[in-house]
């Protein structure tokens, strides 16, 4: 199973937008089920996830109305949410970099 860090991240993201609530609930449940040791495992299952520079993977959330950005360190099966917003937040940041 893999393990994820930083849940209080996308807590935060839906106290503020409340219907980003359930598909991220549903993103966070499938994903601890996942025993992901590459990259090609998770697109197997996540064909829109787009891998970037240095293990992030960028998933499209509710209809693609959200992205949320993570980290992924595939030896240790260890997910980190580093970034969720609208596609307005996600234009001013640079991924490689969250």
Do not use: C
């Not at 393990?3 to 935060?12: E, N």
């Not at 240095?54 to 693609?64: E, H, L, T």
């Amino acid at each position: 199973m893999v393990r994820i860090i930083a849940k209080s991240t996308l807590r935060a993201f839906w106290k503020d937008y409340p219907d980003a609530e359930e598909p991220l609930l549903a993103w966070y449940r499938e994903v601890e089920k996942e025993d992901w040791s590459e990259p090609s495992q998770m697109k197997e299952k996540y064909r829109n996830a787009s891998v970037v520079k240095g293990n992030r993977v960028v998933f499209n959330i509710k209809g693609n109305d959200y992205r949320l950005v993570v980290k992924i360190n595939y030896p240790y099966r260890i997910v980190y949410v580093r970034f969720v917003g609208t596609h307005v937040q996600y234009d001013q940041i640079d991924v490689k970099e969250v």
